[in-house]
């Protein structure tokens, strides 16, 4: 399977600021990525698909302009945080999907705490 | 898009078999059923993925019917560190779909 990274692992910030969270796919080429959101004792919730190359698809009901979605390359996905909120304060996965396996590869998580 | 309905929790003791039923009635003919295990701050990790009848790994065997509107995970043997919340999503086609993840199974191993 995939294995994916994410840095940083946790992040503390002050309300108002930005944050960037990285995202490798470490020994697969990944056209496509997944964005997840995990509020504590709850499941996780796709945010976007990152596309390389291409602008992301998001969700419904998540906010384009606050949680910006760069795929800069085949291995490397960014979602910032933009004027980060204490409510934004969540665990951040990502996931490489492997295509004709419909199984997808996740990352170990960054936990965002914002004051 | 097939949702799927789990148990919220279970409780097992060490040394014991668990089952956890998944249902999905609305799975497409050409979806995949796969399997995560998550620990608290971590992703969650692949456990199994089937299509149809039985699939066996090392860590666990997945059941599903022939009509495929539920699925079985199977875990031998349980220990405590199988405590976890585990989650069965369906997937579909040859270009993979968005994973939407239900509620999971918390699953409480006891000593």
């Known amino acids: 399977g995939a294995v994916v990274s994410q840095h940083p692992s946790w992040v503390i910030c002050k309300s108002g600021t930005s944050v960037k969270i990285e995202c490798r796919s470490l020994?697969?080429?990944?056209?496509?990525m997944f964005w997840y959101r995990q509020f504590p004792k709850q499941s996780l919730m796709l945010m976007a698909t990152s596309n390389e190359g291409s602008k992301a698809t998001y969700e419904q009901g998540v906010e384009k302009d606050k949680f910006l979605i760069n795929h800069a390359s085949l291995t490397l996905s960014t979602l910032t945080v933009t004027s980060a909120h204490p409510e934004d304060s969540s665990f951040y996965i990502c996931?490489?999907?492997?295509?004709?396996?419909?199984?997808?590869?996740f990352g170990p998580g960054t936990r965002l705490t914002v004051l | 898009l097939a949702k799927t309905t789990q148990p919220i929790s279970m409780d097992s003791y060490e040394g014991q078999e668990v089952n956890i039923t998944c249902s999905h009635n609305?799975?497409?003919?050409?979806?995949?059923i796969t399997w995560y295990q998550q620990f608290p701050s971590q992703g969650p990790r692949f456990i199994i993925q089937g299509y149809k009848t039985k699939v066996t790994n090392e860590v666990a065997s997945l059941f599903i019917p022939a009509d495929r509107k539920s699925s079985t995970l199977s875990l031998p043997r349980v220990s405590l560190s199988d405590t976890a919340v585990y989650y069965c999503?369906?997937?579909?086609?040859?270009?993979?779909?968005?994973?939407?993840f239900g509620s999971g199974t918390k699953l409480n191993v006891k000593p």
């Open positions: 609305n799975i497409a003919t050409n979806d995949y």
């Open positions: 999503l369906v997937g579909g086609g040859y270009n993979f779909n968005k994973f939407y």
């Open positions: 020994d697969f080429q990944a056209t496509t």
């Open positions: 996931s490489v999907p492997l295509a004709g396996a419909d199984t997808q590869y």
